[in-house]
């Protein structure tokens, strides 16, 4: 029998794909590249091989369970983590390590985001089972460390000791999203990664780990584990929730450690966190497009129209465009101002509730 | 009991407004300008006090029945005017006025498109009671000329003897869409009206000119007029429309008629042929747009975004576009090229007959 375990973290509401990505239909439940299946499902799929589908576990929130079930209908409900409020990925993960620990304690266990892709699964596995021999009879905090192809600013990055010829390195520091100067320093210096959000631990260490620096985290998931499996989980959970401040398990415990590692893959990742990034990791027509519906397109060059399959959508002469629809919302803005797109959710709740 | 009589010609199948007028659902059946009530419908109206509701015929396509019927049921089974197959104008009001004719051989009537917009309605009824009067004893056909505002090149035009005072003139000759130029020097003679496509003339007068100019036309459907209001009426008109070519009243009659006469009307009168005088006869936000729908507008100017109710639509930096979207179809056009909403339409045929 496996030991090894996945936590999918799948609570998250992200409006930066608005409006295709809803609060009650977010990015993660989208076939947001049209390749058939969605995020959270390719993820699920990933781990073939790795882990059995009985050891994975998702955390999500109580309004996600039916999307979830639906997805991924291999799950039984105890593999379903309800979160009764969002408290960022310590709580989250907390959670699903006291669970899992319930059942076994010496558990080697994943943690990964729902809504990345990886476009090189192979090595993606190959990569993991690394780590995984690494984390599993060692007291380390493993993370995937993505080869790093240009200064984005927008990501962490880990530096890493390059001082000996180890597959797995150790971490040095932490930086959260630099500026573009500091951004490419860390690129031309050579031993920089990318945060990839995909963490590695046995349980023993991730429970040392809490334990010592998010104390009042481990407490209350500690009181709540004995009625985990049980039908007191819910209750439990509604009390231990409201104890945990909201922290990244990044901020709250590998920025802290001192038994971090990282494993340097280059592995096609993408958090697909912007459209950009959509748009770089989608199939593109000879002109640039992004096309996921039926489309007559006049002078249109690097557009992406993100659209209802059944759709027909005429466009002439928009150049850099994102034009995107979903239940009953339709934007179309220049895909450099992007940034704007949390300003257009916020003005649209005052249309209604269910705009955003 | 009145012997005005209003024969609404409703069989178009417009796509000059795909994606929003379309093949089941055209034009004269939306509510196009948002007023609250569709072209149809307001046609209708605008005949009150002058043609009594049992008064009025609607000449329609088979499958526009149902809508016809939803849109003004005040109309009796008799009063909807179902054609076998398009034919232009001449053979619809023939068939109309055989109809007609059979319960009132002294009938004084008007045609009127189901699809224009008037935006003087009390004018217009003033200037139709003149032509009324003027028809109700002579033997005349008359039409109502538009007093032009530009050189428009999509319209007819009609030259009128300006030699004395009387208030309906006599026509001199009509002429179709001309060129710029001629357009320009139409306008500045003085003497050119456009043609509003509305016509008023007794029962005797025009079935005499149809015997005249269009014999066969007028034979077809005097064989078929005893099957008219009785069962058989379906039967007779399969047998009528194959016998007529398709050509319109203005070709040919008005055009080859000695007595022809028009009454000036400035009316607020347009077509609604073109997006272009959708947004002339729209109300406009202070930077010139038109909207149908919630929106979140930056740096839209001069454009027309024309979509279900309750849509949200953001749109940042667009000038003179129109942006429709009906029926799973959604266009996003330069106004300047709304020439080419013909060839959409033909191309997107290929996608499926329900996107046109």
Redesign the interface.
Known sequence: MSSNYLIIMAGGAGTRFW?FSRQNFPKQFHDILGTGSTLIQQTAERFEGICPQENIYVVTSREYYDITREQLPFLTDDQILLEPGRRNTAPCIAYACFKIAKINPNANVVVAPADHIILKPEEFRRRLTLALDYSQNADVLVTLGITPTRPDTGYGYIQFDDSDDQEVKKVKTFTEKPNLEIAKMFISSGDYVWNGGIFIWSMPSILKALDNYLPEIADAFREAQPHFFTEGEKEALDMAYPRCRSISIDNGVMEKAENVYVVLCDIGWSDLGTWKSLHENSEKDEVNNVVSC?S?L?NVEDSILK?PK?????????KGYI?A?HD???????KE?EQ?VKE?VA??EE?GKH?I
Chains 1, 2 share one sequence.
Do not use: Q
């Not at 059944?310 to 928009?318: A, G, H, I």
């Not at 009953?328 to 220049?334: A, D, G, K, Y």
């Open positions: 409006p039926y007559m006049y659209m059944d759709k027909l959508v005429v466009v002439k002469d928009l034009i629809e009953r919302v339709l934007m179309i803005c220049p101002d704007l257009f003005k649209a249309f705009y």
